[in-house]
C-alpha cells in the first residue's frame, strides 16, 4: 500500500513538473514575439528592370487601378506634374525607378508609424 502510494505521488509530480514546464516555456515565446498592430512591408526585389510603367508600378505595388490614380503624378494649373512618387519623364512617357521607389516606401512607412 505505502509502495504504490509513493509511485502516484511520483508519477503526480512528473505530470506537474510536465506542466508547469509547458505553462512557462508558453509564456515565455508570447514575451518574445509580442503581438501588435505593425505589419511588415516586404519590398519585392525579384524586379529585373530599374524603371517602370504606371502598370508595372501597380503590379509592383499590388493596387488596384483607382489607387493607382490617386497617386500616380498630375498636371497642375501651370503644367507642371505634381506627385507624391518618384518618377522620371522621358518624352511625353512617365518612369518610377524601382530604388526611389523603395526608399519612397520606405519613407511613407516611417511617417506612418510616428
Known sequence: MKQTMVSSSLIFLGV???????VVSSA???VAMPQSGVQEV???EEV?????SHMGLQ???GIQDNELD?????LDDEGRLNSKLPY????SSIYFPVKA??????????ETFK
Do not use: F, R
Request: glycine letters at 4%; one cysteine or more.
Open 101 to 110: 521607389i523603395n526608399n519612397w516606401l520606405a519613407d511613407v512607412e516611417a
Open 16 to 22: 506537474c513538473i510536465l506542466i508547469g514546464a509547458w
Open 48 to 52: 529585373d528592370t530599374q524603371l517602370m
Open 28 to 30: 515565455i515565446k508570447t
Open 70 to 74: 490617386l497617386i500616380l503624378p498630375e
Open 42 to 44: 516586404h519590398i519585392n
Open 88 to 91: 522620371i519623364q522621358i518624352g
Open 59 to 61: 503590379e509592383y505595388l
